[in-house]
C-alpha cells in the first residue's frame, strides 16, 4: 500500500457508509485517522486512529490530505483551514450554504488542492448519457427532467430526523440535491443554465420539503427540476431526456441506462454497485491530484461553485430559501 495518509473528518451515515469504505479499498491510500465530535461515532469505527475534530487530524505532519463528510454549514469553515497549511481536500457537496459564504475559498493557493465530492459526476452513465447527447442520437430541442427524490422519513430512526431537519432548516431540498443535479445537466448539455424561467417549493411536512423549477439551457434545452424529502414513501428518482429521435432514462437508484428509440430499445448497465462505483471512482481521481498525476481537481471549485450557484438561485426564485 502506497503511503498517501489521508484522514475522514465527520463520522456521518456518508462517511461511514460511502467514503471509509472507498478509502479502506482503494490500494493506494493509507486511513491515517477519523475523526468526529460525536464519541459514539468515533468509538464505532475499530482499527483506525480516532480523533475528536479537524486540528487534532492537522497536528499530525504526516497526514497530507482530508476528506470531509461533514454538513456544508461547517465544511466551508473547516476546508479552509485545512487548505490554508498545505493539505489536499476533497470535500463533500455543497461545499457551503451559499455563494457568499463559499468565498473563502476562493484563492489561487486553494483552487488546486480542493476537489468537491460531486461523487457522481464520476459515473461512466453520465460519460454514455453525455454521447447520446451530443450526438445527436436523441434529437436536436429537448426535454430533461430530473425528479430527484431522498431522504425517506423513519419515525423509528430519530438521529436520522434530527439529521434531516437540520439539513431542512437551512434550506429546501434543492439546497442539498441541486449541486449533483445541476452539475450532471452543466455536463451533459455544455454549460450552466441560460435562465431559470420558473420556481417553487411546498410543504408535505413542517418545512418546505418540495421544490423545483424550469430551467433553459445551452441549444434550447428545457429541464424540469423536481426535488422531494421527508416522505413516508418516495417517488421514482429518475432522470430522463426526450427529443424527437429518442427518449433516454438514467435510473437515479441504480445508475443503469435505457435508450428508445426508432432502432428499438438499447440498455446499458455498469458492473458493481452504483455508490461504491462512484467513490472509488472519484476517490482515484483525489488520488491522482495528491500524487501529482494531474494538476487539476475534478471536478474541482468553480464547478462545484457553479452548482452551488443554481441550487441558490432556485431557492430564491420559489421564494423559500
Request: with cysteine; net charge negative; hydrophobic share 45%.
Amino acid at each position: 500500500m502506497a503511503d498517501n495518509r489521508v484522514a475522514l473528518v465527520g463520522l456521518g451515515d456518508i462517511g461511514i457508509t460511502a467514503h471509509l469504505p472507498a478509502l479502506m479499498r482503494n490500494p493506494d491510500v493509507t486511513v491515517a485517522a477519523v475523526a468526529d465530535p460525536v464519541p459514539a461515532r468515533r468509538d464505532a469505527v475499530v482499527g483506525v486512529t480516532a480523533l475528536p475534530d479537524l486540528d487534532a487530524v492537522l497536528a499530525d505532519d504526516t497526514i497530507g490530505a482530508v476528506v470531509l463528510a461533514t454538513p456544508p454549514w461547517v465544511t466551508t469553515e473547516l476546508a479552509a483551514i485545512a487548505l490554508r497549511v498545505g493539505r489536499f481536500v476533497l470535500a463533500e457537496k455543497p461545499i457551503a450554504v451559499s455563494v457568499a459564504a463559499a468565498e473563502p475559498l476562493r484563492s489561487a493557493d486553494y483552487l488546486g488542492r480542493l476537489q468537491v465530492g460531486l461523487t457522481y459526476r464520476h459515473d461512466p452513465a453520465m460519460e454514455r448519457l453525455r454521447g447520446w447527447v451530443t450526438s445527436g442520437r436523441l434529437g436536436g430541442r429537448l426535454l430533461c427532467r430530473a425528479h430527484i427524490y431522498d431522504e425517506r422519513r423513519n419515525p423509528a430512526d430519530a438521529e436520522h430526523a434530527a439529521r434531516i431537519l437540520a439539513d431542512l432548516r437551512h434550506g429546501p431540498p434543492v439546497m442539498h440535491e441541486g449541486s449533483h443535479v445541476f452539475d450532471w445537466l452543466a455536463y451533459l448539455f455544455g454549460g450552466p443554465p441560460l435562465s431559470i424561467e420558473d420556481a417553487w417549493a411546498l410543504r408535505t411536512a413542517d418545512v418546505v420539503n418540495v421544490n423545483g423549477a424550469r430551467l433553459t439551457y445551452p441549444g434550447g434545452v428545457t429541464a424540469l427540476t423536481e426535488f422531494g424529502w421527508w416522505t413516508d414513501r418516495l417517488p421514482r428518482c429518475e432522470l430522463s431526456i426526450l427529443g424527437d429521435r429518442g427518449y433516454a432514462v438514467l435510473d437515479c437508484s441504480t445508475f443503469s441506462l435505457t435508450l428508445d428509440s426508432a432502432d428499438g430499445r438499447e440498455t446499458v448497465e455498469f458492473p458493481g454497485d452504483r455508490m461504491d462505483r462512484c467513490f472509488d471512482r472519484q476517490l482515484a481521481r483525489f488520488v491522482d491530484l495528491i500524487t501529482g498525476r494531474t494538476d487539476r481537481a475534478v471536478p474541482g471549485f468553480d464547478e462545484g461553485l457553479a452548482a452551488l450557484r443554481v441550487s441558490e438561485q432556485v431557492a430564491a426564485a420559489s421564494g423559500k430559501e
